[in-house]
């Protein structure tokens, strides 16, 4: 005996928009943050794409997008990445800082004892100062030019051919 589904009331509107209320709710905020999503937080605000990060730490792709839209773990990838950009600007101002003071060496070893320098130290500065600067000279190991004329080539190929009729036409 086959029973059938039987009809209590009919459907009214608010049945009706109840899954979608349900559906546009989002997770709750995380809670706690692991060591897991602070090493995920490092590796995102350090350019690693999302794919490569969740297998670094064994979460599937749909799990990083829902915690990228988490606010709490988009604070923590601005965190991370605040620091990425603190620690590039350091380096670079280390590099200029070590540059500045090495020229400056140089210079006032060049003004005190220029006779220790060999022609070639100074030939070797010359040429690093120049290139830095937009001096460079041209380089040697320019590509060569070739120029096909294929206007022309296809003039003789048209005339060769045009001659081949003609020679056929004549022959009959």
């Given amino acids: 005996m086959m029973t059938y589904a039987h ?6 509107d608010v049945d009706l928009s109840a899954p979608a209320a349900e559906s546009e709710s989002s997770p709750a905020p995380l809670a706690r943050l692991s060591e897991r999503h602070r090493r ?3 590796m995102l605000a ?8 969740g297998l670094a730490v064994g979460l599937l792709p749909v799990r990083v997008s829902v915690l990228k839209a988490d606010p709490t773990f988009r604070h923590l990838i601005d965190f991370y990445r605040r620091q990425v950009e603190d620690n590039y600007l350091s380096v670079h101002e280390k590099l200029g800082e070590l540059t500045n003071l090495a020229t400056d060496e ?5 003004e005190v004892e220029a006779e220790k320098f060999e022609l070639s130290d100074l030939m070797e ?3 690093l100062g120049a290139d830095r600067t ?6 040697k190991n320019a590509a060569p030019t070739v120029t096909f004329n294929i206007g022309a080539r296809l003039d003789a190929a048209q005339s060769r051919v045009i001659e081949g009729k003609a020679k056929y036409v004549n022959e009959e």
């Fill in 125 to 127: 500065l010359t040429k």
């Fill in 40 to 42: 995920l937080a490092r």
């Fill in 106 to 110: 140089i210079i006032l070893r060049l």
């Fill in 7 to 12: 009809i209590d009331r009919p459907l009214t």
């Fill in 134 to 139: 937009g001096h460079a000279p041209a380089g």
């Fill in 46 to 53: 350090e350019g690693v794409s999302e794919q490569d990060a």
